[in-house]
C-alpha cells in the first residue's frame, strides 16, 4: 500500500510505502494444508469407520466405511448430530 505526499502546488514531495512480510502466514497455510491433506488421505483408507465429531455432537467427517456402516452418504450424515445417526437395538426378552 503507498500514498504520494503532494506539496501545496501539486508535485508529489515524499512517498509512504507500507509492507507487511507474510512469510509465516504463508507457510502456516502450507502446513495446514499438507496436515489436511495427510487427515484426508488418513481417513479415506482407513478400514475401520470414523466419525469426526465436535464438542457439541456433530458430525463433521465420516471415512468411507462410516458410510457404509450409517448406510448413507457422507452427504447426509455431515452437519447432523451422531445422536441421529445411531441407533442402538436391545434384544426382545425372552
Known sequence: MGAALRNFDGPP???VFIT???TAVAQTQAALAENLAKMRAIIDSAVDAITIVDREGTILEVSPASEAMYASPKRSVVATP?????????????
Open 82 to 94: 451422531l445422536s441421529s445417526s445411531c441407533t442402538t437395538t436391545t434384544k426382545p426378552s425372552s
Open 20 to 22: 507487511r512480510d507474510v
Open 13 to 15: 514531495q515524499r512517498a
